[in-house]
């Protein structure tokens, strides 16, 4: 598959003059997240009238001027919000006009919104997965890499012309565009923020109050040492290790906590360290998540009458019924029909096209 690798500052220049004249670009990247602590953006594929330019941002480029020109462009691109929120995140300018082709096949009521499922339906090709995890921070990237990156671009041209025509036939161009605009704005702020009960992994609910501090300690020595050495956390310790463990422990308590063979050195010492730290903490009881309220007569009477409309709505449009609303954006509408409609949208929680279906 031919490509042009954009590494050095001069082909970075010559790039940019070749972005000037485009209305749209067509737009994805790829980053690290799967192998290291510290998520980077990796690669940045484009395609232009000349082919698939694939722009490297480790190497030691000014991508200032990238960036600007590339937020003054439309972008065609398949579920923008990663992308979109990584971009900002490492201080690129995303664009004011986005086609976003993931959006467009909920939209329509597709069944299948994968990059891979669309360009199998509108291509009859089947996309290889093989790179789904790879590691985007090794130079040179092989062969495969080259040509799994560049396909993420190459087919999104066609698949956009297919979906364009699909919602303006059916008149939901507006829903489109609501849609796309609202994921430029949700996507301004972090996904991500500091969560005190991220320790709480699967199956830490069926845990003793003495077997949750282990894993409380054991889940902060994971992430020191997956942050000190750049690694995914799972690659420190699996989750499902960390309950073994702590499992083994139990049976024979009097023993020195048993550290796997590969956790050897500073690192084993360290977890040793915390895991003396648990015992002597206070024991962690298991709270019971709360039970909501129950709805008030008036208030079930509403929320089922709003979920029913959603369900028809739904079965008329070929649509998800989550996505035209959720559960949550049901009770509380049903709970304030008269401001939570706007609340809603003054919060870029939904869009005025889905508020717009489900009035009674």
Known sequence: MSYRW????????????????????????EADSFHHFQEKLCLIQLLTPQGVELVDPLAKVDLTQFWTILGEKKWKIHAAD????LIRKIGGT??????????????????????????????????????????????PLNESMIDYASADVLHLDPIVTVLREGLEQSGRMEWFDQSCQRQLKITKSPKEQEDPEAWQISGHQHLDPK?????????????????????????????????????????????????????????????LL???????????PYLHPRR????????????????D??????????????????????????ENPDTAPQRLLQEDRCCPWQIDLLRL
């Open 6 to 29: 954009i590494a050095t500052q001069n082909d970075l220049d010559d790039l940019i003059s070749r972005l000037q004249p485009l209305e749209w670009v067509v737009i994805d990247t």
């Open 82 to 85: 990663y992308d979109l929120r």
């Open 94 to 139: 995303p664009p004011s006009v986005i086609f976003d082709t993931f959006i467009a096949a909920q939209i329509l009521g597709k069944k299948a919104l994968s990059y891979s499922a669309l360009v199998l339906e509108n291509k009859g090709i089947t996309l290889s997965k093989s790179n789904q995890k790879a590691d985007w921070t090794l130079r």
């Open 211 to 271: 077997s949750r501090t282990l894993l409380k300690y054991l889940w902060e020595w994971r992430q020191t040492e997956a942050k000190n050495r750049d690694l995914a956390t799972f690659r420190v310790m699996r989750g499902e290790l960390m309950l073994e463990l702590i499992e083994l422990f139990n049976k024979k308590p009097s023993e020195e906590f048993p550290v796997p063979p590969f956790v050897r050195g500073d690192s084993k010492q360290r977890l």
């Open 274 to 284: 915390k895991i003396e730290q648990a015992l002597q903490a206070e024991p962690i």
């Open 292 to 307: 909501p309220d129950p709805m008030s007569l008036a208030v079930e009477k509403r929320f089922n009458a709003l979920r």
């Open 309 to 334: 409309k959603r369900q028809k709505v739904a079965e008329e449009l070929k649509m998800d019924p989550g996505f035209i609303a959720s559960k949550i954006t049901l009770i509380e509408i049903a």
